[in-house]
């Protein structure tokens, strides 16, 4: 009996001491998960050793997750502004090419993507035989060109009910320009150029236009002329125009965020029309007036709207007619040319020989030359040769930009080196 009374007696200390001893270490463990202001913190232990072990291991799996959140950390501090500012935006291009344009539309490209300093965003509207030669070529380009501008592809596209028409309507798809902020929806801005048009300076710098833009304002173009004497519009034209001269369209920086959300006012009727209402009238009215197809249609448009219309000087679209009958650009002369219009199939004809030259130094020119020996002591050479023309007596017009934009190409590629 006595036996039993002290077995007793010792499970009764045991279980006393046991719960004491887990008192103990529950009031202990909940001290240490408490702060000096009293919040308590969870932290979530290792399961086993050798979880413990793979956690102080930096090539553990937990490395890589601490990682990840640095670089999470980094980019909020980048939204908060204290770290480095996010890239820009692209700059939009686009350009239309139809029929034998393929190597002249890929030389403009060139000469944009050699100068731009901001990333650039192509936009090639072509035909679709086109598309495959334009992809390997570009892919072809080496990868310090190549990560300088993205690209887009794509089909000549027209309302379907008038499709026809307005792909005939002047050179084979060039009314497409007509139609790229309903194509585009997504895009804000753009800066559209015909195919023959080469830069000779950063497109970065006309699109520092749309910064100058009037609230009301929502494309930029230059005068198609700036001696009236000699222009066409103002002598030819059956149907109203832009200013004295009219506007050409070679180069067009538009607004197409406001393009679509405004109201034109028109010949047609006495109330405003949306730019997707007011095409095909306008087409309708005035096809047996028009010379220069879509070209006239704009120069219609801003006739009866020019607070929309901010108009950049002759050096942005400098073409023949500024040179042929003699200088009659003065920004040009002031400045040099800035961008460089060979209408009139000029590239590639004798009729003006400096322009030719120019074509023919960008298109030759091989990425990664140096291009002061490469391109432009070659050009200085073929321009020399010209100076029995009217346009070649100005060719210093056609380096004095061009050699500032290849000395910079020079200075990045020293810094990058």
Same mark, same amino acid.
């Given at each position: ?11 009764? #200390? ?36 050798? !979880? ?57 490209? $060139?000469?944009? %993507? ?12 072509? !035909? ?13 380009? *080496? ?49 559209? #150029? ?52 009219? %506007? ?111 074509? !023919?130094?960008?298109? $030759? ?12 002591? *070659? ?20 380096? $004095? ?17």
């Amino acid at each position: 009996m006595r036996r039993y009374i002290r077995a007793l007696i010792l499970c009764i #200390v045991f279980a006393v001491l046991s719960g004491l001893y887990m008192y103990s270490k529950l009031f202990s463990s909940d001290v240490s998960v408490r702060g000096s202001s009293g919040v308590r913190r969870v932290e979530t232990p290792a399961r086993d050793a050798a !979880e413990r072990r793979a956690a102080a291991n930096s090539s553990a799996v937990p490395h890589h997750y601490h990682r990840y959140i640095m670089r999470q950390g980094g980019q909020m501090r980048t939204a908060g502004g204290s770290g480095p500012s996010p890239p820009e935006p692209p700059m939009h291009l686009a350009v239309v090419a139809c029929g034998e344009r393929l190597e002249e539309t890929l030389t403009m490209i $060139k000469s944009a %993507v050699l100068f731009s300093i901001r990333h650039l965003y192509l936009h090639i509207f072509a !035909e679709d035989q086109l598309h495959a030669s334009f992809m390997e070529t570009l892919e072809s380009w *080496p990868g310090f060109i190549r990560s300088r501008f993205n690209y887009t592809t794509y089909s000549i596209s027209f309302p379907s009910d008038n499709a026809a028409e307005w792909k005939k309507l002047f050179k084979p798809c060039a009314s497409q320009r007509l139609f790229l902020p309903l194509i585009l929806q997504d895009i804000d801005s753009i800066v559209y #150029v015909d195919s023959d048009i080469l830069f000779l300076q950063p497109v970065d710098h006309l699109w520092g236009f749309l910064s100058q833009f009037e609230p009301s304002q929502l494309a930029a173009l230059a005068p198609e002329h700036e001696e009236p004497r000699i222009a066409w519009y103002n002598r030819f034209a059956r149907h109203p125009f832009y200013g004295k001269t009219g %506007v050409n369209s070679g180069v067009m920086l538009m607004n197409m965020t406001r393009m679509r959300s405004t109201f034109f006012k028109n010949d047609m009727t006495s109330v405003g029309l949306r730019w997707e209402e007011l095409l095909m009238p306008l087409l309708q009215k005035y096809k047996l007036n028009i010379t220069w197809g879509d070209q006239d249609l704009l120069n219609i448009i801003f006739h009866y709207n020019p607070e929309f219309l901010l108009e950049f000087p002759c050096k942005w679209n400098y073409r023949p007619d500024h040179c042929i009958y003699g200088s009659n650009c003065a920004s040009a002369e002031e400045d040099g040319i800035y961008i460089l219009h060979g209408n009139r199939g000029v590239y590639h004809d004798y009729k003006q020989p400096a322009f030719r030259a120019v074509y !023919e130094a960008i298109n $030759k020119y091989v990425f990664g030359s140096d291009p002061i020996t490469s391109l432009l002591d *070659p050009l200085g050479e073929e321009l020399q040769k010209t100076t029995h023309t009217y346009c070649g007596k100005s060719h210093a017009l056609f380096t $004095k930009r061009l050699e500032r934009s290849l000395a910079n190409i020079n200075r990045k590629a020293t810094q990058e080196r």
